[in-house]
């Protein structure tokens, strides 16, 4: 647990926290979702509240307390096949904010947990330091979002670039893995975007006049983000079609190249069919140049369809 108190100027890396925080000045507290009940009598936490930190469910939700807001956030991280969701809390009030950390091994995890302590330590000498806090978690939960979902729309590009060049039979798990990636972000993002609305009618009064055009451009930014997830997912739809179009392609391209070798062998096995009857009088059976002349004849038939099908591009 990491306490930032303003008032004294100090940092504490401690385990378990002081009475005196109670009434103390404005703090900054970056604990882990277990160290909640250690602060539940320091901040009078509401019962529910703890619960929520101790259950990770990944959902997310915006709740009014007397004095203080409690927020739970979701932080997703692309792995190979899947989307790994996990869920991060935090209280706000006038003079603190407490962001509750889930257990992780998370390198982007480490990350942001960084970038928001250096922000910690960035506004110590200025005015509105929990305001700046506060909109300062949520620029980087969305700067986060954001590089997440171009990723996405990296890895999506590449794929759909590939069907079009080669479409092969696997490529449609890849498809349905990318489908679900944007749609669970797509519902998360929604979640996200409600969120910000209720964070502008602040019931609680947490937000200074002056600087309430940061969590205006919170709205602004959230609602952009879910746009742009909505268009992952329509584009994983395309994708789908697009697949489903050229493997039809290459389906039809493969029956005009059977057909075409059907053709090309066709007139031959005629000929053979009819050499092949028994019939008594059959003249060209006893004739010195017969048989080179039906060879010659038969190479003829398939170069002449050859050269047609070439032109009709059948092959």
């Known amino acids: 647990m990491k306490i930032f108190d303003y008032s004294e100027k100090t940092i504490l890396d401690i385990k378990k926290i002081p009475k005196k925080y109670k009434d103390s000045g404005e703090l900054f507290i970056l604990c882990q979702n277990k160290e909640v009940p250690l602060l539940r009598d320091v901040f009078d936490f509401d019962e529910s509240t703890i619960i929520d930190c101790a259950d990770l469910d990944e959902s997310v939700r915006y709740t009014g307390f007397d004095g203080y807001d409690f927020l739970s956030m979701v932080h997703v991280e692309l792995s190979e096949n899947d989307s790994l969701q996990r869920e991060i809390n935090f209280y706000v009030s006038s003079r603190y904010i407490v962001l509750v950390m889930p257990n992780h091994d998370s390198a982007r995890l480490y990350e942001l947990e960084k970038k928001l302590l250096q922000s910690a330590k960035s506004v110590e ?71 910000g609305e209720q964070i502008l009618l602040d019931e609680n009064k947490l937000i200074a006049k002056d600087q309430a055009r940061y969590f205006r451009n919170i709205n602004t930014r959230l609602k952009k983000l879910y746009d742009f997830s909505e268009s992952l997912y329509n584009l994983s739809s395309e994708m789908l079609y697009t697949y489903d179009s050229r493997l039809t392609m290459k389906m039809n391209d493969t029956v005009n190249k059977l057909t075409a070798i059907t053709l090309l062998f066709g007139p031959l096995t005629v000929i053979t069919g009819i050499y092949g009857m028994n019939f008594d009088v059959m003249p060209e059976l006893k004739w010195l140049f017969g048989y080179p002349l039906t060879l010659i004849g038969m190479a003829l038939i398939i170069l002449i369809l050859y050269i047609f099908l070439k032109k009709k591009k059948w092959l």
């Open 125 to 195: 000498e200025r005015a509105g330091r929990i305001n700046l806090l506060y909109f300062s978690i949520f620029h980087n939960l969305m700067t986060d979002f954001s590089d997440t979902l171009e990723t996405l729309e990296d890895k999506m590009q590449a794929l759909s670039e590939e069907i079009v060049l080669n479409v092969e039979k696997n490529q449609f798990e890849q498809i349905n893995i990318f489908k679900n990636m944007a749609y669970s972000l797509k519902k998360q993002l929604r979640a996200l975007s409600y969120l």
